[in-house]
Protein backbone atom coordinates (compact mmCIF):
# COMPACT_ATOMS: atom_id res chain seq x y z
CA UNK A 1 0.00 0.00 0.00
CA UNK A 2 2.46 2.23 0.62
CA UNK A 3 4.08 2.31 -3.07
CA UNK A 4 0.50 3.18 -4.70
CA UNK A 5 -0.64 7.01 -4.78
CA UNK A 6 -4.18 5.54 -3.32
CA UNK A 7 -5.48 3.28 -0.80
CA UNK A 8 -6.37 -0.19 -2.25
CA UNK A 9 -10.02 0.41 -0.87
CA UNK A 10 -10.64 3.42 -3.68
CA UNK A 11 -12.90 2.73 -6.00
CA UNK A 12 -11.67 5.56 -8.04
CA UNK A 13 -7.76 5.97 -9.54
CA UNK A 14 -7.59 10.10 -8.41
CA UNK A 15 -8.66 9.29 -5.18
CA UNK A 16 -6.62 8.60 -1.94
CA UNK A 17 -8.47 7.32 1.19
CA UNK A 18 -6.92 6.20 4.60
CA UNK A 19 -8.66 6.28 8.00
CA UNK A 20 -7.35 6.10 11.54
CA UNK A 21 -9.21 4.27 14.54
CA UNK A 22 -8.94 3.96 18.65
CA UNK A 23 -10.88 1.06 20.14
CA UNK A 24 -9.96 2.99 23.81
CA UNK A 25 -12.76 4.83 22.40
CA UNK A 26 -15.10 2.03 22.43
CA UNK A 27 -14.53 1.69 26.37
CA UNK A 28 -15.44 5.17 27.05
CA UNK A 29 -18.78 4.88 24.80
CA UNK A 30 -19.17 1.93 27.34
CA UNK A 31 -19.05 3.89 30.18
CA UNK A 32 -21.62 6.19 28.63
CA UNK A 33 -23.96 3.90 27.64
CA UNK A 34 -23.60 2.18 31.48
CA UNK A 35 -24.75 5.80 32.64
CA UNK A 36 -27.64 6.36 30.47
CA UNK A 37 -28.76 3.04 31.29
CA UNK A 38 -28.60 3.65 35.64
CA UNK A 39 -30.31 6.60 34.51
CA UNK A 40 -33.22 4.92 32.89
CA UNK A 41 -33.24 2.26 35.80
CA UNK A 42 -33.05 5.27 38.28
CA UNK A 43 -36.55 6.76 36.01
CA UNK A 44 -38.51 3.25 35.44
CA UNK A 45 -37.61 1.51 39.33
CA UNK A 46 -36.37 3.57 42.20
CA UNK A 47 -36.91 3.43 45.51
CA UNK A 48 -35.99 6.48 46.03
CA UNK A 49 -37.59 8.05 49.46
CA UNK A 50 -36.24 11.49 49.68
CA UNK A 51 -38.41 13.49 47.54
CA UNK A 52 -39.14 13.91 43.53
CA UNK A 53 -36.73 16.69 43.04
CA UNK A 54 -33.40 14.34 44.10
CA UNK A 55 -34.75 11.65 41.71
CA UNK A 56 -35.51 13.83 38.91
CA UNK A 57 -31.94 15.76 39.04
CA UNK A 58 -30.24 11.96 39.55
CA UNK A 59 -32.36 10.97 36.47
CA UNK A 60 -31.70 13.64 34.35
CA UNK A 61 -27.87 13.97 35.33
CA UNK A 62 -27.11 10.52 34.61
CA UNK A 63 -29.21 10.58 30.99
CA UNK A 64 -27.17 13.77 29.75
CA UNK A 65 -23.77 12.39 31.52
CA UNK A 66 -24.43 8.99 29.71
CA UNK A 67 -25.62 10.73 26.07
CA UNK A 68 -22.48 13.42 26.20
CA UNK A 69 -20.26 11.11 26.92
CA UNK A 70 -21.69 7.99 24.20
CA UNK A 71 -22.06 10.19 21.19
CA UNK A 72 -18.73 12.28 22.15
CA UNK A 73 -16.95 9.21 22.26
CA UNK A 74 -18.88 7.87 19.16
CA UNK A 75 -18.09 10.81 17.13
CA UNK A 76 -14.29 10.14 17.64
CA UNK A 77 -13.97 6.17 17.16
CA UNK A 78 -12.21 6.95 13.67
CA UNK A 79 -11.26 9.35 11.29
CA UNK A 80 -11.25 8.95 7.90
CA UNK A 81 -9.49 11.41 5.59
CA UNK A 82 -10.19 11.57 1.38
CA UNK A 83 -7.84 13.27 -0.93
CA UNK A 84 -9.09 13.96 -4.80
CA UNK A 85 -8.24 16.02 -7.32
CA UNK A 86 -9.59 19.19 -5.91
CA UNK A 87 -9.67 18.47 -1.72
CA UNK A 88 -9.53 16.95 1.60
CA UNK A 89 -12.26 15.56 3.51
CA UNK A 90 -11.88 15.16 7.52
CA UNK A 91 -15.10 12.98 8.58
CA UNK A 92 -15.33 11.77 11.81
CA UNK A 93 -17.22 8.74 13.42
CA UNK A 94 -19.83 6.37 12.21
CA UNK A 95 -21.90 9.17 10.49
CA UNK A 96 -18.97 11.56 9.61
CA UNK A 97 -19.89 14.42 11.60
CA UNK A 98 -17.38 16.93 12.33
CA UNK A 99 -16.51 17.30 8.92
CA UNK A 100 -14.25 19.41 7.39
CA UNK A 101 -13.18 20.19 3.61
CA UNK A 102 -10.32 22.00 2.45
CA UNK A 103 -9.64 23.08 -1.22
CA UNK A 104 -6.15 22.25 -2.37
CA UNK A 105 -6.08 25.69 -3.73
CA UNK A 106 -5.82 26.48 0.03
CA UNK A 107 -2.71 24.60 1.40
CA UNK A 108 0.95 25.21 0.74
CA UNK A 109 2.04 21.77 1.64
CA UNK A 110 1.41 18.68 4.11
CA UNK A 111 4.25 17.41 6.72
CA UNK A 112 4.39 14.27 7.74
CA UNK A 113 4.02 13.91 12.00
CA UNK A 114 5.57 10.61 13.03
CA UNK A 115 4.28 11.38 16.74
CA UNK A 116 0.64 13.07 16.96
CA UNK A 117 -0.68 12.04 20.55
CA UNK A 118 -3.56 13.48 22.06
CA UNK A 119 -1.90 14.95 24.91
CA UNK A 120 0.17 17.28 23.08
CA UNK A 121 -3.50 18.79 21.66
CA UNK A 122 -5.18 18.54 25.20
CA UNK A 123 -7.02 15.12 24.23
CA UNK A 124 -8.69 12.98 21.83
CA UNK A 125 -11.34 14.80 19.37
CA UNK A 126 -11.43 18.01 17.41
CA UNK A 127 -8.62 20.25 18.64
CA UNK A 128 -7.68 24.31 18.91
CA UNK A 129 -4.83 25.49 19.76
CA UNK A 130 -3.58 28.65 19.24
CA UNK A 131 0.31 28.25 19.05
CA UNK A 132 -0.23 24.62 17.21
CA UNK A 133 -3.55 25.49 15.07
CA UNK A 134 -6.03 22.69 14.53
CA UNK A 135 -6.18 18.99 14.68
CA UNK A 136 -8.18 15.79 14.57
CA UNK A 137 -6.67 13.48 16.83
CA UNK A 138 -8.30 10.20 17.27
CA UNK A 139 -5.09 8.09 18.40
CA UNK A 140 -1.59 8.31 19.09
CA UNK A 141 0.75 7.70 16.14
CA UNK A 142 1.21 9.00 12.98
CA UNK A 143 -0.51 11.63 11.35
CA UNK A 144 -0.42 14.76 8.44
CA UNK A 145 0.41 18.22 8.88
CA UNK A 146 -1.36 20.54 6.31
CA UNK A 147 0.25 24.02 6.40
CA UNK A 148 -2.91 26.89 4.49
CA UNK A 149 -2.31 29.76 2.87
CA UNK A 150 -3.87 31.55 5.59
CA UNK A 151 -0.54 30.64 7.86
CA UNK A 152 -2.43 27.88 10.13
CA UNK A 153 -1.97 24.35 10.24
CA UNK A 154 -4.42 21.33 10.27
CA UNK A 155 -2.94 18.15 11.27
CA UNK A 156 -5.10 14.58 11.12
CA UNK A 157 -4.09 11.26 12.36
CA UNK A 158 -4.28 8.76 10.17
CA UNK A 159 -2.59 5.33 9.04
CA UNK A 160 -0.28 5.23 6.47
CA UNK A 161 0.46 9.18 6.80
CA UNK A 162 3.55 9.07 4.62
CA UNK A 163 1.45 8.02 1.62
CA UNK A 164 -1.18 10.76 2.22
CA UNK A 165 1.67 13.38 2.25
CA UNK A 166 3.29 12.12 -0.88
CA UNK A 167 -0.20 12.04 -2.58
CA UNK A 168 -0.75 15.36 -1.37
CA UNK A 169 2.30 16.79 -2.76
CA UNK A 170 2.09 15.64 -5.68
CA UNK A 171 -1.50 17.04 -6.24
CA UNK A 172 0.02 20.31 -5.22
CA UNK A 173 2.80 20.84 -7.36
CA UNK A 174 1.09 22.23 -10.64
CA UNK A 175 -0.54 24.66 -8.35
CA UNK A 176 2.94 26.35 -6.74
CA UNK A 177 3.38 29.87 -7.68
CA UNK A 178 5.12 29.96 -11.16
CA UNK A 179 4.68 26.48 -12.18
CA UNK A 180 3.49 26.13 -15.70
CA UNK A 181 -0.89 25.31 -15.77
Known sequence: MRDHPRDARSPHPD???????NRVQWLLALLGAACLALGIELAVDSPWTNGIA???MAVV???AAGL???FGTLAFVHVALRVDQECLEIRCG???VPRRRIPLSQVIGADFAPHVTPRHWGGWGYRWRPEKGT??????GEGVILRLWDGHTFTVTVDDAESAVRVIR???RPRTPGAAH
Open 15 to 21: VWTGRAT
Open 54 to 56: PLV
Open 61 to 63: GCI
Open 68 to 70: LVL
Open 94 to 96: HIG
Open 135 to 140: AVVVRR
Open 170 to 172: DRL
